[in-house]
């Protein structure tokens, strides 16, 4: 999608929010920002979801924390008011050989500087198509924070709206956040292996499709974990068929300045229709390392899920383990699309 059409997109949500702002106003109530409506969006979970729009005029709003997913160099040359970097290494590591593991130690020393509390109402963008926002999204889900929402089209849409950018980072007061995990938010290879084929759990395998049939292999072994059904991330996105590529050029294609909002929820109720995936099922994500895989967890939050679950292990661990059982060839519920990238 290009910027002139994002604009226009991204222009209609702002007026629409603006007009719901002012009939709240007439009608005497003041609303917090964890009350203010996501108009006609649709989304069944939509407090999960806001826009650029709603960012810009609530900024200011006391206990509200935004956060910049990108790298330190970009944060530097320009960012949202106000927002604390946190780039993707502040929250994972490798841990016994495998990739963008949850790191305890690191995410507690992350929260506390950015001066996230337990009642703070965190906002999150990136310029990778809501990858990178998405991993913290399921990271502070994991460790028990209740108000986290993502930025539709993110950085992107906030440079395509022509909104107010800064170069200085903000002051912020630290926090000892008591962290505290949430079991159910988590699968490890254990209880995967345990699952499958059970009825009423489906596991969800966001990578390319060339990863999933095993024509690319990113691991010792290529393929999918048994019984999985495969939901493209970048299928959520419009503009996402842009970046479907197996090769190093992939970040660059999405860190350009296009803007990639997600499909209306509509839509994004027919990916999961084809896959046969309702709310009252227990759900677990994965991908090669829990990224992509992460914005297939938020995605189905968004969408009303409530038991989901994320393999933080991934294909990185299920992959390179001779122990775990391997399928190869295509989804027969899924639709063949073009290839993009492991993360």
């Known amino acids: 999608m290009g910027r002139r059409g994002v604009a226009r997109r991204l222009s209609r949500a702002g007026a629409l929010l603006l007009l719901t702002a002012l009939l709240a106003c007439q009608a005497g109530q003041q609303q917090p920002a964890d009350l203010m409506p996501d108009p006609g ?3 069944p979970n939509a407090r999960l979801l806001v826009d650029v729009h709603w960012l810009a005029e609530n ?3 006391p206990g509200l924390r935004v956060v910049d997913m990108r790298s330190a160099d970009a944060y530097a040359r320009g960012h949202v008011p106000g927002a604390v970097n946190v780039p993707v290494g502040q929250i994972a590591s490798t841990v016994d050989g495998i ?3 949850f790191d305890h130690d690191k995410v507690q020393d992350t929260l506390n500087r950015a001066g996230i509390g337990p009642e703070t109402t965190v906002v999150i963008y990136d310029n990778l198509g809501m990858m990178d926002a998405a991993r913290f999204f399921w990271t502070l889900e994991y460790v028990g924070h209740g108000d986290v929402r993502l930025v539709d089209g993110g950085w992107n849409a906030w440079q395509a709206s022509g909104l107010p950018t800064e170069t200085e980072t903000p002051e912020v007061e630290p926090t000892t956040y008591p962290l505290r995990v949430d079991a159910d938010k988590l699968a490890t290879a254990d209880e995967v292996l345990a699952r499958l084929h059970e009825p009423g759990v ?16 990113l691991a010792e072994r290529g393929g999918h974990i048994p019984g999985a059904v495969n939901l493209v991330w970048l299928e959520a996105l419009t503009g996402g068929d842009t970046v479907y590529t197996v090769d190093p050029r992939w970040r660059a294609e999405l860190e350009d300045e296009d803007v990639e909002l997600l499909k209306p929820a509509d839509e994004i109720q027919m990916l999961l229709d084809d896959l046969g995936l309702t709310p009252e099922q227990e759900v677990i994500t994965y991908c090669h390392t829990l990224w992509r895989g992460a914005h297939v967890y938020y995605l189905l939050r968004l969408m009303g899920y409530e038991d989901v679950r994320g393999y933080d292990g991934s294909w990185a661990e299920w992959g390179n383990h001779p122990d775990l059982p391997v399928v190869t060839g295509p989804d027969p519920r899924g639709q063949e699309s073009p290839a993009e990238p492991g993360q």
């Open 202 to 217: 489906t596991i969800v395998d966001a990578r390319s499709p060339q990863e999933y049939t095993g024509e690319v292999a």
């Open 59 to 61: 900024l200011d709003e």
């Open 41 to 43: 969006s649709g989304y």
């Open 99 to 101: 990739p963008l593991e």
